[in-house]
């Protein structure tokens, strides 16, 4: 995630640890702080990453993301199928939005990586379908297909985001190269217009020192015309 993105995660973590305190008691904190603590360890990553890019191979770095991407999205995940069956339906539907917020949220922040993305919102809604399927309430029929639509949206959304940026990035990487080639062609017109230049610069001196020309207005108008092209080119 983003590091915008991870200060929106400890804010979100922490509205949430005082809205449901009198639900959950201790049991909310606990769970904000493992959340807020794992972020923090993100954004102090994020700021190593700028300074020092090589401390690490990049390699180690994209695995210490992963695994505190999943870390975090496991955490965020337990909040809906370990807190939502203890809660009254009230503060279900307010949870279920908030999870839906932060997972939308993570879906953009993440959509760079489809693999990363995809297994990140899995890893929440899935188990969140299951418990909500699982509730005895009216609409828990109703909640959950809206969960599996939103899902399916989320994928799709992911494919199409992934897609685009990489469409994105071969056309930039067309026009570098067109205009490498535009160069090439510029530095090879430049090498054969200032050869025959050279030649007749080189052949009017001659003529003006055989036959001492140097007044000429032929000669004028000929080295002027050479300076005008080699000015140009």
């Known amino acids: 995630l983003s590091e915008k993105s991870l200060s929106t995660t400890i804010v979100f973590a922490t509205i949430l640890a005082f809205a449901l305190y009198s639900e959950l008691s201790y049991q909310i904190i606990i769970w904000a702080a493992a959340v807020n603590f794992i972020s923090l360890v993100r954004l102090y990553y994020a700021y190593i990453y700028k300074k020092e890019p090589y401390r690490y191979s990049l390699q180690t770095w994209y695995q210490k993301f992963i695994l505190l991407a999943f870390a975090t999205g496991t955490l965020v995940s337990f909040l809906g199928f370990g807190f939502i069956p203890s809660l009254d339906p009230y503060y279900q539907i307010f949870v279920l939005s908030a999870l839906l917020g932060l997972t939308a949220g993570a879906t953009i922040s993440l959509s760079s990586d489809w693999k990363i993305a995809t297994v990140y919102i899995t890893i929440i809604i899935i188990p969140l379908i299951l418990i909500t ?32 940026e990489e469409q994105i990035k071969s056309l930039t990487k067309d026009n570098e190269t067109l205009l490498e080639e535009n160069k090439q062609f510029i530095a090879d017109m430049v090498h054969q217009i200032r050869t025959p230049l050279t030649v007749i610069m080189t052949n009017t001196s001659l003529l003006e020192m055989k036959h001492q020309l140097h007044d000429s207005d032929y000669i004028k108008q000929i080295n002027s015309s050479i300076n005008i092209l080699s000015n140009s080119y």
């Open 133 to 164: 399927s699982l509730q005895e309430t009216p609409l828990r029929f109703i909640l959950s297909i809206l969960l599996v639509v939103f899902y399916i949206s989320q994928i799709i959304m992911i494919i199409k985001s992934y897609t685009q």
